[in-house]
DNA sequence: CAACTGTTGAAAGCTATTTCTAATAAGCAA
DNA sequence: TTGCTTATTAGAAATAGCTTTCAACAGTTG
């Protein structure tokens, strides 16, 4: 019964991609499916870089190139479905865009890379009211809190 | 006399950045000094990528290597006298610590990639609040706002 | 000014991401 | 269903930004 529900969300899903798709002349193939199951699965406040998703791919059996897994990725951020986040220096990470109302922030620790998620009325006031100022079309905003998690205070003494 | 001026700071910002690197058993070098100047003269606003380094030092006439800049950018950034920005995807932007009390913050175009500065203290103070709720210890944060800029939103018609 | 040790440039290396191409497979129409 | 059209795939090669290595060099200090 729980893997029914699930079976039937991820199909749902998956026909909400499609239509998207194919209203643009691309299609919803078998990797694109996967990787769109993976980010729907992913609990909120993880986010996932392509390593992480061929390592997830694969390590199920499956079988994917980083190729497709890049391209994927930046078609569904052009089509507004994603967001590509700057967690970490040395790679992207990315998330489905839920609702646009909910936009969220990330607190992340530069030593052991443990990322919280917040909201901020503040934050998403100033962006609409600079964007405005200035003349600009929002399109979207990143607010990154960069600091050393209590743990990593601890175990630094 | 303007160079004078001119000349008069460069050497005070020298003499400021030697006795602090020469504290932790650094040296004030050739290199390091072209790089300092080169920000010092920076408008307010703008930030420099290690290319733009290189291409300003190169069409004067000098010489400097891709390693000596990194490795004086990452040195100033672990003194605390710069700051590294996200401002495009490509590669990173490098720009001086003025005051540590004057956050500032980007709003960028994704078209052509103006930037404007922007303080806001509802930012600063949530960046405050969210570390502080979670015990973290604030090291840095980056807002930044990306839109499109008047020009482009014309151009687009 | 000599010794000590940090710094430099050039080249090699690294790694995330992108490009290229022949083979494959969605989606559509009959 | 079947076949046609064309987007998409895997895999390899290429790219790009950045880092490391190391022998020669040059600030600092006494």
Chains 1, 2 share one sequence.
Do not use: W
């Not at 699965?41 to 190139?65: C, F, R």
Request: proline residues 1%; charged residues 25%.
């Amino acid at each position: 019964m729980e893997s029914n529900n699930l079976e039937a969300s991820l199909a749902d899903q998956h026909d909400i991609l499609r239509s998207r798709l194919n209203r643009e002349g691309l299609r919803l193939t078998g990797p694109r499916k996967k990787i769109l199951d993976l980010f729907v699965m992913t609990p909120d406040g993880e986010h996932l870089s392509a390593e992480d998703i061929h390592y997830q791919v694969t390590t199920k059996g499956g079988k994917i190139s980083y190729s497709t897994i890049y391209r994927a990725l930046h078609m569904m951020v052009d089509l507004g479905i994603m967001r590509e986040v700057e967690l970490a220096e040395e790679r992207k990470y990315y998330e489905l865009k839920t609702s646009l109302a909910k936009q969220h922030h990330h607190l992340v620790c530069v030593q052991c890379g443990e990322v919280h998620e917040f909201e901020d009325h503040r934050v998403t006031k100033a962006s609409r009211q600079e964007t405005l100022e200035h003349g600009f079309l929002l399109r979207d905003c990143q607010f990154t809190v960069y600091g050393i998690c209590q743990t990593c205070q601890l175990s630094a003494l």
